[in-house]
């Protein structure tokens, strides 16, 4: 089983930035994909971005060119960093992680409120 653990949410207001942060532990071997989903008021989960192994990247269209994944395997770490977010952009982001065999995991989640 893998533990994600999420920080950086919080409060921002329209154009701002926040750079969110996740952290794997536990059977990290075999790790490979990592990213987030988001989930807004009344919306389904979708996906933010995801980043593999190898440091290939997808990302959601409505936050290409926004957003930013990247990802410190020596610190089985991922960061989203999010610019000119939007009053669009609020939502709870969820950590994902899924490895080789299939076998994925959640985080907890953490708050994100763009509002002027």
């Known amino acids: 089983q893998v533990q994600l653990v999420e920080s950086g949410g919080g409060s921002v207001q329209p154009g701002g930035s926040l750079r969110l942060s996740c952290a794997a532990s536990?059977?990290?071997?075999?790790?490979?994909?990592m990213g987030w989903y988001r989930q807004g008021p009344g919306n389904e989960r979708e996906l933010v971005a995801v980043?593999?192994?190898?440091?290939?990247?997808n990302y959601g269209d409505s936050v290409k060119g926004r957003f930013t994944i990247s990802r410190d395997m020596a610190k089985n770490t991922v960061y989203l960093q999010m610019n000119s977010l939007n009053s669009e952009d609020t939502a709870v982001y969820y950590c994902?992680?899924?490895?080789?065999w299939g076998v994925g995991s959640w985080g907890q989640g953490t708050q994100v409120i763009v509002s002027s």
């Open positions: 536990g059977s990290i071997v075999g790790l490979n994909f």
């Open positions: 980043i593999t192994r190898g440091g290939s990247t």
């Open positions: 994902h992680a899924k490895t080789d």
